[in-house]
């Protein structure tokens, strides 16, 4: 095939791939945001953390049915503008025809294997962070005025009436166990100003009194005072607050393949390590079993029934299968580890599918060699007939 129609193919479906990669991941990225971020988390600034830290999973998972359908789509439309036959008359092969999507679809499962064993793990744990703090409730501007909010292990609580500005509230009302002291307090406040730190927040109080009284005593002392600060564990300066655990979707190549089951000492459940190794391992290599199935139904079934068969065929049947093993590794592995052999058997079968496929229509529109002919025996010279 020349070079510039190689180049031509491969543009148009690496565009393409990339027209339904970004359809696929925005619906997906932004429905998980809103599902686990509230209406608050835009000022509170854990917007960015919780995009980064979904957006290249998704990106890997959705990027094999990109590139099956960009393929489909695009073999569909060769078939039908007749550019398929024009390739064959010029006596190419299957394999030449299909050569600039698999190189396509190859590039797609590098990048993928990138992704899944080195930037998702490194940027899906801001996710769980943001969910943390959100659970926790260790934002300060994620807090809801006239509601109690508890912290230290349910030994602060605190309540304020509203929002002032975006770190200064009013009427503010703290009831704390100080077991340094071991007394109870009742701090009040008439505004409170939140302020961030290299170690938390401080609680900046105004005008306000505190009502102190030793554990086990029924006397109690009150104090008011100007200016009252207090410390309080949440979201600082430095970032998200860290969680005290470390998932295994968050561990690099590497340290994944270390903490694999009966390979040293064993962190993480044996469901949970395996279902992540199929998703990481399985995934990626579906882009070019998808670009294979794809280019085979079209091409096995354009020529007979035309464009809209071998489209709705090859569109219904790629996501189905991507969507079926992906719900394998999800769902299957996580209750036995041992079915991650059906999900290597799917696999397995789509990359055999799509061959016996190609190599089928590879036989059917094999090029006939050319017959050596006999060369032309030079005519007898006549003889006269003398008698």
Known sequence: MPRLLYLYLARRIFLAVLVLETGLCVPVVMTSLF???PTSAVRSGLLWPALLGTLPTVVYIALPMAVGVAVALEFSRM????????????????????????????????FGYWISCFVAP???????????????SLNHRLLEPAQFYTFDNGTRTLYFQRWKSPDVVSNMFIHQFDTAKNEEDIITAETTEFRRNEHGVLLVMSNGSVQRRPIGSNK????DFGEYVLQIDMQGTNGLPKRNWTGVFELQLPSFLQAAPGHGPQHYPVTEWTSEAAKR???????????????ALVLTLANATGRNASTISALVLVPAVHIGILIGTESLVRRDPRLVVLVALAIAAEFA????????????????????????RSPEPLRADLT
């Open 220 to 223: 109690m002392s009150t104090s």
């Open 122 to 136: 490194a940027y899906v744990g801001q996710m769980h962070d943001v969910i943390h703090v959100i659970r926790n």
């Open 281 to 295: 391992f399985g995934i990626p290599i579906l882009a070019l079993a998808h670009a294979l199935l794809a280019m």
């Open 353 to 376: 599918a799509a061959l016996v496929l190609l190599v089928r229509q590879q036989a059917n529109f094999a090029v006939p060699r050319p017959v050596a002919l006999a060369a032309p």
């Open 35 to 37: 599902h686990y971020l």
């Open 79 to 110: 078939a039908a503008d007749g550019m398929i036959a024009v390739l064959y008359s010029l006596r190419l092969s299957v394999l030449s025809i299909c050569l600039p999507a698999a190189v396509v679809a190859s590039i797609a499962v590098g």
